[in-house]
């Protein structure tokens, strides 16, 4: 157990929201990430000598996973252990957030890495770049036969036999590095010149802290190191993510997610927006106040009552930009992405479009089903890929009752709606926010649906 009060929750990423006197070097709006209590909640408090900028193209749940992980590598490592280039360092755990951020470096550096996980997470460890014979069992000591003796540097943090499997490892003038706290050692006999050494990363003082997460924010922007890969939970599921945990179940990091208020001052993106449904949508969002609506349809500005519509949102107190584009095409959405004004940041996306082109299964021709694809799950796709470095509190899409139960004549349909729901879960799953709604038949007639008449309705 680890001994005395362990405080959890200090680390996160966000938005700075105040800056005390004499702050300088962030300002209100400024995306960070570090180190500071009370980081699970809405709003916390922060030294800023632990905090840096978010690197670019980074999410925020992405770059919570950063700050504890990669500087406490980073200073066990290269503080502590002297790591440097040719030096051998066995990395215990390395499957664990530490671990992977201590793999990394290390590789950067220029060291020689072993490695220990269970062995059903080894497939991780070879994804970061260590042959079979440099990784070894975090569940027995067989790793102290599999790797030679001579380590420079180990990076610990299990116990018992553990520890003495690896301080067997060690050569001469070698680094024990300990970052466990349950089987701290004194008096360890170690080889000439060798030096044991446990550690808390507190130790190392805010100023330190902050060079390092400046150096390690560096790295991330350059490539050099990636983020960690990360489980997400709701705050409000905290009991389920700490039990995951404790199971030894994840691989990187947990990271806990905050659900947003839905941001007004920002762009909100509508596809199919000149549409029945896209015009229900604009009409509500403006009347929540949301600032600027741009409207995506292949007919833009050009499909009758557009006019009419925006003259509509305007007296709600919207700014509305309108544009031809086909979304799916991504060279084409991208550049009217690009466009978003940086006086309202994109911050939310509602995708309406959609097309209709029944038959039956053994009549649908490949057209017909790209047709339907295209529409929807191109759409989507581009849509998540091109707004991933944007802040968005919302990401909606319009999915029907017909991906769940299936309708008679929408094979292709269906389909491509259950993909719009996959999509949804698998942002979720990316600490992203989505919602697909899977709508049933709308009383007011729309493009797909008007053509139907009352025997088509029963």
């Given at each position: 157990?680890?001994p005395?009060v362990?405080v959890?929750?200090?680390?996160a990423?966000g938005v700075?929201?105040e800056?005390g ?11 960070v ?6 980081a ?6 922060a ?9 670019v ?6 770059a919570?996973?950063v ?6 590598a980073?200073?066990a490592?290269?503080?502590l ?18 671990g992977?951020?201590?793999?990394q ?18 497939g991780?460890?070879?994804g ?7 990784i070894g069992?975090?569940?027995d ?13 180990v ?7 553990f520890?003495?499997?690896s301080?067997?490892l060690?050569?001469?003038g070698g680094?024990f ?5 349950t089987?701290?050692?004194e ?5 000439a ?6 550690f808390?990363?507190a ?9 390092i997460l400046?150096e390690?924010a560096?790295?991330v922007?350059?490539?050099?190191v990636g ?12 009991s389920?993510?700490?039990r995951?945990v404790?199971?030894a ?12 208020v ?14 029945t449904l896209g015009?229900?949508?604009?009409r509500?969002?403006?009347?929540l106040?949301?600032a600027?609506?741009?409207l ?11 006019g ?5 949102l ?7 930009t ?6 799916a ?7 009217v992405?690009?466009?978003?004004p940086?006086?309202?940041p994109?911050?939310g996306v ?14 649908l021709t490949?057209g017909?089903?790209?047709a339907v694809?295209r ?9 998540d ?13 319009y999915s029907?009752v017909?991906g ?8 292709n ?14 942002r ?7 919602t697909?709604?899977?709508?049933g038949f ?10 139907l008449d009352?025997?088509?309705l029963?």
């Amino acid at each position: 157990m680890y001994p005395g009060v362990g405080v959890i929750g200090g680390e996160a990423a966000g938005v700075v929201l105040e800056v005390g006197v004499g702050v300088s070097g962030f300002g209100v709006g400024d995306r960070v990430m570090g180190l500071f209590s009370g980081a699970f909640g809405p709003e916390a408090v922060a030294d800023e000598r632990m905090l840096v900028r978010v690197p670019v193209g980074l999410s925020f749940v992405e770059a919570a996973s950063v700050p504890v992980a990669f500087a406490t590598a980073f200073y066990a490592l290269r503080d502590l252990g002297g790591l440097g280039v040719g030096d051998r360092v066995l990395v215990h755990a390395a499957a664990g957030g530490v671990g992977m951020a201590a793999v990394q470096l290390a590789r950067y550096w220029g060291a020689e890495v072993f490695g220990t996980a269970s062995v059903g997470k080894w497939g991780v460890l070879r994804g970061l770049g260590l042959a079979d014979d440099h990784i070894g069992s975090s569940r027995d000591v067989s790793f102290a036969e599999r790797f030679p003796v001579g380590m420079d540097v180990v990076l610990n943090s299990l116990s018992g036999g553990f520890v003495d499997a690896s301080l067997g490892l060690l050569g001469v003038g070698g680094r024990f590095v300990e970052m466990g706290k349950t089987d701290v050692r004194e008096g360890v006999v170690l080889p000439a010149g060798g030096s044991y050494r446990a550690f808390d990363l507190a130790e190392a003082g805010a100023d330190r802290i902050g060079e390092i997460l400046g150096e390690v924010a560096g790295l991330v922007e350059r490539g050099v190191v990636g983020p960690l890969p990360v489980r997400v939970f709701d705050v409000r599921r905290v009991s389920e993510a700490l039990r995951f945990v404790s199971q030894a179940r994840h691989v990187g990091k947990v990271v806990l997610s905050v659900p947003r208020v839905v941001d007004r001052a920002v762009t909100v993106v509508v596809t199919g927006a000149t549409g029945t449904l896209g015009r229900v949508v604009a009409r509500h969002l403006a009347g929540l106040g949301v600032a600027h609506l741009l409207l995506l349809s292949r007919g833009g500005a050009g499909v009758e009552g557009v006019g009419e519509l925006c003259e509509e949102l305007a007296g709600l107190g919207a700014v509305v930009t309108v544009r031809a584009c086909d979304v799916a095409d991504r060279g084409e959405l991208a550049r009217v992405l690009a466009e978003v004004p940086d006086e309202w940041p994109l911050g939310g996306v509602v995708h309406a479009a959609g097309v209709l082109d029944d038959a039956v299964v053994e009549s649908l021709t490949v057209g017909q089903v790209e047709a339907v694809l295209r529409a929807k799950v191109d759409a989507a796709v581009n849509l998540d890929v091109l707004t991933r470095g944007a802040d968005l509190s919302m990401f909606v899409l319009y999915s029907s009752v017909a991906g769940v139960l299936g309708a008679a004549g929408q094979a292709n349909y269906a389909a491509a709606n259950t993909f719009l729901d996959a999509l949804a879960v698998d942002r979720r799953l990316r600490g992203l926010p989505a919602t697909s709604l899977a709508w049933g038949f709308w009383d007011e007639r729309s493009g797909m649906t008007g053509h139907l008449d009352d025997a088509d309705l029963r």
